[in-house]
């Protein structure tokens, strides 16, 4: 019989988790990894969590904030106490307050990553192994840890109900969804599903989590035929024979001050499809929608094909926001209040690495040419909330940087980096700049509110609901009437 592992980790560090078991699995070969993935649904969860924590040779507890004080982390950590299980722990975030009941000789540092830290957890699971006895100890008692609360599901995050998702201020989701009927207000045709809570300082990079679901994401069996004829009709006009994958938010749960995200691979043309049919019909995109914020708690949320995507507010360090007038897509020759990156595949290929972190700097370099360290920092980087785009519809981050140039030193690298300018050695597709910025400008923190009720430039739909957003950050509160100057 092979040996078996058991990590306890919290949903959050799921990006750190799961590289970290693929390692071990490579290296342990002939054991067996255990942890809440594994469970078949319809298990009694509690009893098979239990069962594999009494299998295991040693207990390997990922400790970060978010699992120290999930009660359902801190009960697994309490069976193994029972049952005297061998105890690893594995710091993989800094500034965590570790428990008590841990000794330092137990625990080793990860929060530089799973490559680094892979040999020093080698090292020690080899230690541990050394220490466990011929016969397993008797139980420090025969109670068995009860599970933290019987009328919760497996999960380790708390399911969120609708009364808790904060809608963009002013803007009730009744209201919201009546004023999809009024072709007018398509300007500011955007809501949020979820806020930080404190918009002045928003969520760190660090502070939200992307779970990759392995399951693909399935259209039902009735939009088949709609679909292939969908496909036929538009193969060469959108160019569908380019199939490439997509990533479409499937999921979303706050955890405390965190956020956690699932998604789920789909193929451009099924998303092109759905943005398709729910663009002419409006009643269908309404119960798309009103799912989101209905949803019953063992539900996916969101059932409608999307694409991931970061807009990126970009504030200069002289206290101006960069607008770009865009040169390609539906919204050609519209004003933009962000620039805007789609999460891809390559986002996720560095173990270890956060994904938005990744696509945000890339955004920044192929728009903008802006590079870390000389033109702001990833400490800058915060995500301010997740947002419903209804003119697809589409579900997106609203993201936030200020740089450490001023708009003159901007404006000469937007002027440099032209076709002509790009060396081959740039991280920069030569055409990239020229091609998707026609025009920028920039506004004052005080202009937005006018912009907002009535400007004189033609904005992205999306607009109104991005600088809203910015303007609670800066100055705290919401947009009111006799804000216009």
């Known amino acids: 019989m092979s040996m078996e592992f058991f990590v306890s980790y919290s949903r959050v560090d799921s990006l750190i988790a799961e590289p970290l078991i693929d390692s071990l699995r490579e290296i342990y070969l002939d054991c067996d990894i255990f942890y809440d993935k594994n469970i078949p649904g319809g298990d009694p969860w509690w009893e098979v969590i239990l069962d594999h924590i009494d299998k295991s040779v040693i207990f390997i507890y990922l400790l970060s904030n978010d699992s120290v004080s999930s009660p359902y982390c801190q009960a697994e950590f309490e069976e193994a106490r029972r049952l005297q299980k061998q105890t690893i722990g594995v710091l993989v975030r800094g500034k965590t307050d570790l428990p008590p009941k841990l000794t330092k000789d137990q625990i080793i540092d990860m929060t530089s990553?799973?490559?680094?830290?892979?040999?020093?957890?080698?090292?020690?699971?080899?230690?541990?192994?050394?220490?466990?006895?011929?016969?397993?100890?008797?139980?420090?008692?025969?109670?068995?840890?009860?599970?933290?609360?019987?009328?919760?599901?497996?999960?380790?995050?708390?399911?969120?109900?609708?009364?808790?998702?904060?809608?963009?201020?002013?803007?009730?989701?009744?209201?919201?969804?009546?004023?999809?009927?009024?072709?007018?207000?398509?300007?500011?045709?955007?809501?949020?599903?979820?806020?930080?809570?404190?918009?002045?300082?928003?969520?760190?990079?660090?502070?939200?989590?992307?779970?990759f679901d392995n399951e693909i994401f399935v259209k039902p069996n009735e939009y088949e035929e709609a679909y292939l004829e969908f496909f036929k009709k538009n193969k060469d006009r959108l160019g569908l024979e380019f199939d490439g994958a997509k990533?479409?938010?499937?999921?979303?749960?706050?955890?405390?001050?965190?956020?956690?995200?699932?998604?789920?691979?789909?193929?451009?043309?099924?998303?092109?499809?759905?943005?398709?049919?729910?663009?002419?019909?409006?009643?269908?995109?309404?119960?798309?929608?009103?799912?989101?914020?209905?949803?019953?708690?063992?539900?996916?949320r969101v059932t409608f094909a999307n694409i991931f995507v970061l807009h990126i507010i970009v504030f200069t360090q002289d206290d101006l926001f960069l607008i770009t007038q865009r040169k390609k897509g539906i919204h050609r020759g519209t004003w933009q209040f962000s620039i805007s990156e789609q999460v891809d595949e390559g986002d996720f290929s560095s173990k270890g690495s956060n994904p938005l972190?990744?696509?945000?700097?890339?955004?920044?370099?192929?728009?903008?040419?802006?590079?870390?360290?000389?033109?702001?920092?990833?400490?800058?980087?915060?995500?301010?909330?997740?947002?419903?785009?209804?003119?697809l519809p589409n579900i997106a981050l609203c993201a936030f940087v200020k740089l450490d140039i001023d708009h003159n030193q901007l404006?000469?690298?937007?002027?440099?980096?032209?076709?002509?300018?790009?060396?081959?050695?740039?991280?920069?597709?030569?055409?990239?700049?020229?091609?998707e910025i026609r025009g920028y400008s920039y506004l004052e923190p005080k202009q937005l509110s006018t912009e907002i009720s009535g400007g004189a430039r033609k904005y992205h739909p999306d607009t109104g609901y991005l600088m809203r957003i910015a303007f609670n950050r800066y100055f705290g509160r919401d947009v009111e009437d006799n804000d216009s100057v």
């Open 113 to 211: 990553g799973v490559e680094k830290g892979i040999t020093k957890l080698g090292g020690a699971i080899r230690h541990q192994l050394s220490k466990v006895p011929s016969t397993p100890p008797e139980p420090l008692s025969h109670q068995r840890t009860p599970c933290p609360n019987a009328q919760e599901p497996a999960s380790k995050v708390v399911p969120v109900t609708k009364n808790q998702i904060s809608p963009v201020p002013t803007v009730p989701v009744d209201s919201f969804l009546e004023s999809l009927n009024l072709t007018g207000k398509r300007a500011w045709s955007a809501i949020s599903i979820y806020e930080a809570p404190d918009l002045t300082h928003g969520w760190l990079i660090s502070d939200v989590s992307v779970d």
């Open 247 to 300: 990533y479409s938010i499937v999921d979303f749960l706050p955890v405390g001050k965190r956020l956690h995200i699932k998604i789920q691979e789909t193929k451009f043309s099924v998303v092109e499809f759905y943005w398709d049919k729910l663009r002419k019909e409006v009643e269908a995109r309404k119960r798309f929608i009103r799912r989101i914020y209905d949803a019953s708690d063992d539900e996916l």
């Open 357 to 391: 972190e990744i696509c945000f700097k890339r955004g920044l370099i192929e728009e903008l040419a802006l590079r870390e360290d000389q033109h702001y920092k990833v400490s800058s980087f915060r995500i301010l909330s997740l947002f419903l785009e209804s003119h």
């Open 411 to 435: 404006d000469r690298i937007l002027k440099a980096h032209t076709t002509e300018n790009v060396s081959s050695h740039d991280y920069l597709e030569p055409h990239v700049l020229e091609q």
